[in-house]
């Protein structure tokens, strides 16, 4: 796992090609697709499209027991909103976001295989800084950083 995380961090920091279907404006010019790079989201990003994967209520224990008809239904009822998240990270900014998000997630959904879209999910997932941030609670959990130290407890005096 320590591996594949390090190898989404190298995609990310480079900045990961994707090749997307051009719209018909572009064609009439020749452009047959566009080619856009994921790179490192920023925290305000990362934040919306994790609330964005939250919002599916798709736990880690349904999907250890996920059958195939399953599977269809949460593809059927999800698609959108893995090309929602999909489209914010290509797009980044907040602003840019609010504007053409649903725009461009309706694009992708056509122009998009499914799977490049989930290719991109995972590889933001496990390099966007979520096993840095689990670390980060393991590591103040242990510090104990609101236990009292010894020069604060108050000596009793006889």
Do not use: C
């Amino acid at each position: 796992m320590e591996t594949e995380i390090k190898a989404a961090e190298t995609l990310l920091n480079q900045g990961q090609p994707i090749p997307i279907g051009a719209p018909w404006l572009f064609r009439l010019f020749g452009k047959k697709h566009l080619i856009v790079r994921v790179k490192q989201p920023s925290a305000g990003t990362m934040l919306r499209v994790t609330r964005l994967r939250l919002s599916m209520g798709v736990t880690d224990d349904f999907l250890a027991n996920i059958t195939v008809d399953d599977a269809l239904k949460l593809q059927v009822k999800h698609t959108g909103t893995v090309s929602k998240m999909t489209a914010l990270l290509l797009l980044g900014g907040k602003k840019r976001g609010w504007l053409f998000g649903r725009l461009l997630a309706k694009y992708l959904q056509e122009a998009m295989p499914f799977n490049a879209m989930l290719h991109i999910m995972q590889v933001v997932v496990l390099g966007g800084g979520i096993a840095d941030f689990i670390d980060f609670i393991r590591l103040t959990r242990t510090m104990r950083l609101t236990e009292p130290t010894m020069s604060q407890q108050t000596q009793k005096r006889s």
